[in-house]
């Protein structure tokens, strides 16, 4: 396999104008990560994938044909983003729990729990009944099967998986469930007139997303990065927290660049009166929350469809919207646990356990496939008009990323070396202080990709357009 190959076989599937993919280049060192899987191929091709459409939808609105160029070492630098970032000169603390990670349990099975968010830390020490120290966490999980554990960990509301072989996963309901997805859904749920971008001629500084509004209710890498692809084409951005919902700052100013930054409280009727007068102008309703979170408030793709003709409702879920893990709480890691990715990646590694992809590549390679299949669905509204819902999933992710070829641990593969990594990086000022984050990879000879605005602190600015 290679990018081209991936990103031919991507943007037919996804039945985008062929003849775009001739204004698109792969440059730089084409060795990848050390991984037995594509991971080099799946960055630079989902970052070309959401580059050449905003290329095609700046054409369509009137705009000269333009090339595209996408350098695979920046492509992999942008899939550790969040590793790069500093502030000050100095990266920020650790956020990663000190009891997150693999554990053996009583039966000689691997599980892996993800504490990030201090609710789950709690829940998970109050279900094992003991401190918040990584010894006594081991020595607690050892009177556990792995099965039972994880089990009883999603039953309540907690983030874990079991360590699972693909064939394991393969057999698994939720495996079979997803299995006869697409990589991505972009489906017509309502009727609406067509709805264009207005053209560019007159405009002054105009993007391929320039007028698109967005609305962005997500956390942690996958969705906010497909909000941050969008704004870095010229999108206006909106990003809405609400103060009693965990966060992890360093990844907020990382996928916060170009975005502004409201808080709601949905559970309040004044957040959600806020929230339906923002609808009425928006044209992107991106979320990440758990499928159903949000129907519940009202705010479910059907019901936004008949209240505001012509939206786009896109959702980015764990283990995808069918099968019986569609509510189960997720991360790429969590992914990775569940499907098999772990397994092989220990086993290649020689390790006595699970390993780990070399990067967060289910959460980047999702935050830009919705960012392609959300603009895919903003040029069909533009064309045949309709409401349209996009669904994307880590999981649907990690079985593109499975059915493609292995490769060997270290087969064309390297570090990305400090001056790659110093060459991807670009600097600006900000609340914050100054950032040092790595700059969009795409380079666009008509319309460069870039961030408008530094990235804020959270609740910034009105929740209003």
Known sequence: MSAARTLQSLWNSAGADPDFLRHLQFTGDSAQLPSVFQVGDIASASIAAQALMAAQIWHHRGGALQQVCIDQRHALAMFRSERYLTIDGQAPADPWSPIAGYYQCGDGRWIQLHTNFPHHRDGVLKLLQ??????????????????????????????????????????????????????????????????????????????????????????????????????????????????????????????????????????????????????????????????????????SAQEMALQYPGIIHVSLSAYGHVGPWAERRGFDSLVQSASGIAFEEGQAGGLAGPGKLPCQALDHATGYLAAFATMLAVQRRAQEGGS???????????????????????????????AEIAASLQVSDSDYGQISAVRPVELMTETPAYFDKPAVPLGTHAAQW
Not at 130 to 144: E, F, L, N, S, Y
Not at 267 to 279: K, V
């Open 130 to 299: 003991c401190a918040d120290d990584r010894a006594a966490v081991a020595q607690a999980i050892t009177g556990w099967q792995a099965a039972e554990l994880e089990s009883q960990l999603a039953l309540a509301g907690m983030c874990a998986s079991m360590i699972r072989t693909p064939q394991e996963w393969q057999a698994h309901p939720q495996a079979r469930a997803i299995a006869t997805l697409p990589l991505f859904e972009i489906e017509r749920i309502g009727d609406a007139a067509p709805r264009s971008l207005p053209g560019i001629s007159a405009a002054q500084n105009a993007r391929p997303l320039s007028g698109l509004k967005v609305l962005d209710l997500s956390r942690v890498i996958a969705a906010p990065v497909a909000a941050r692809s969008l704004a870095q084409h010229g999108a206006d951005v909106l990003a809405i927290s609400a103060a009693h919902l965990p966060n992890i700052m360093p990844l907020v100013i990382d996928t916060g660049r170009g975005k502004r930054s409201a808080q709601l409280d949905l559970r309040q009727a004044s957040g959600r009166a806020q929230m339906h007068h923002l609808l009425r102008d928006t044209d992107v309703f991106l979320q990440a929350y758990r499928p159903g979170a949000l129907s519940v408030q009202g705010f």
């Open 388 to 418: 349209w819902q996009v669904r994307v999933s880590l999981a649907q992710t990690g079985h593109w990323l499975q059915t493609m070829g292995r490769r060997g641990l270290q087969e064309n593969a390297a570090e990305l070396s400090p």
